[in-house]
C-alpha cells in the first residue's frame, strides 16, 4: 500500500495520548463519534450519558476492544451533585482531567406563541446551564493541572441563524457561545483554552423526523450549500484537533462544521 492509499478518513494521529476527557452526552450521535475519536487518539474517556445505559456500554466496550480506557457515567448535566460525583470519578479513575467536551443537548420544537414555560426552562437547563456546570467544575480542576487543559462546547449554526419553533435551543447556543468567549478570556492566563464547534445539520437521532422524511430531507438540502448532511465524525474530527495541543493558541474561537449552512445559501447563485 502507497503512502498515499495509506491516509484513509479512519487513519487518526494519537495527538491525545494519555489526556483525560469526559464528553456529556457520549451515547449517541455527536458526542458518542467525539467520545471515538478521542479515545482512538489516546485519549481516557468518560462516557457521560442520561438515558440509555446499553448504547453508553456499547461505547465503552468499542473502546475498550481498541486498546483504550473509558467507563460510563451516569449523570443529569443539569445537577449540581450529580455533575460533581460524576468529574469527581473522573478525576479519581483517571488521576485528573484535561478535557471536557459539552456535547450533552436536546431540542424540542413549540411554536413562540405557545410554548410552554417547562419547554423553555428545561433546554435552557440541559443546553446552557448543563453547560457551565460541567465547565465550571472541570475547569476548576484544570486551572490546577500542570499542562492546562481545553473546554469544546458543542453549540450550533442556530447560534448565529434564529429557527422557527425553536427559541428556547436558539437562545441557549447563542449563550453557549457568550459563556465560551467569556470563560476563554478568564481562563486565558491559566492555561485552559475554551472554544466551541457549531455544527450544522448532522445525521443523529436529534433530527431523524427531518433526515428520514423524503420531503424534510429536500427542504433541508436546499439550505446546505454542501448539498449533503455532516456526518457525526466530521464534528468529532474538528473537536479532537481543538483539544489538541496543534490548537495551543487557539481560545475563544468558534468553528463552524456546516457545509456552508451559515453562509446565507440563498445569495449562492448571486441575483
Ligand atoms: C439541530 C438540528 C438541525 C441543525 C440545522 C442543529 O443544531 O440540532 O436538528 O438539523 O441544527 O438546522
Redo the contacts with the bound molecule.
Keep these: 500500500m502507497s503512502d498515499q492509499e495509506n491516509v484513509t478518513p479512519t487513519q487518526t494521529a494519537r495527538r491525545l495520548e494519555g489526556r483525560r476527557a469526559l464528553v456529556t452526552g457520549a451515547n449517541s450521535g455527536i458526542g458518542r463519534a467525539i467520545a471515538l475519536r478521542l479515545a482512538q487518539e489516546g485519549a481516557s474517556v468518560c462516557i457521560n450519558f442520561v438515558v440509555n445505559p446499553q448504547a453508553a456500554d456499547e461505547v465503552v466496550n468499542e473502546i475498550k476492544a481498541g486498546g483504550g480506557k473509558a467507563f460510563a457515567a451516569q449523570a443529569d448535566v443539569t445537577s449540581e451533585e450529580q455533575v460533581d460525583a460524576m468529574i469527581g470519578r473522573a478525576a479519581g479513575d483517571f488521576g485528573g482531567l484535561d478535557i471536557l467536551v459539552n456535547n450533552a ?1 436536546m ?1 424540542t420544537h413549540h411554536p413562540f406563541l405557545e410554548m410552554p414555560l417547562d419547554a423553555w426552562r428545561k433546554v435552557i437547563d440541559v443546553d446552557l446551564t448543563g453547560a457551565f456546570l460541567c465547565a465550571q467544575r472541570a475547569a476548576r480542576l484544570m486551572v490546577k493541572n500542570e499542562r492546562g487543559g481545553a473546554i469544546v462546547n458543542i453549540t ?3 447560534q448565529i ?1 434564529p ?1 422557527g419553533g425553536f427559541a428556547h ?1 436558539c437562545a441557549a ?1 447563542a449563550g453557549m457561545d457568550m459563556m465560551t468567549k467569556t470563560i476563554a478570556l478568564e481562563l486565558a492566563n491559566q492555561k485552559v483554552r475554551v472554544n466551541s464547534v457549531a ?4 445525521a ?1 437521532p ?2 431523524r423526523n ?1 433526515w428520514s422524511d423524503p420531503q424534510g430531507l429536500k427542504d ?1 438540502l436546499r ?1 446546505i450549500p454542501s448539498e449533503r448532511m455532516g456526518q457525526p465524525e466530521e464534528i468529532a474530527s474538528v473537536v479532537a484537533f481543538l483539544c489538541s495541543d496543534e490548537a495551543s493558541y487557539v481560545t475563544g474561537a468558534v468553528l463552524y462544521a ?1 457545509g456552508g ?1 451559515a453562509l446565507y445559501p440563498e445569495f449562492m447563485h448571486g441575483g
Design positions: 443537548g431540542e450550533s449554526v442556530h441563524i429557527w435551543y447556543k455544527p450544522g445539520a448532522i443523529t436529534i433530527n427531518v433541508l439550505k456546516d449552512m
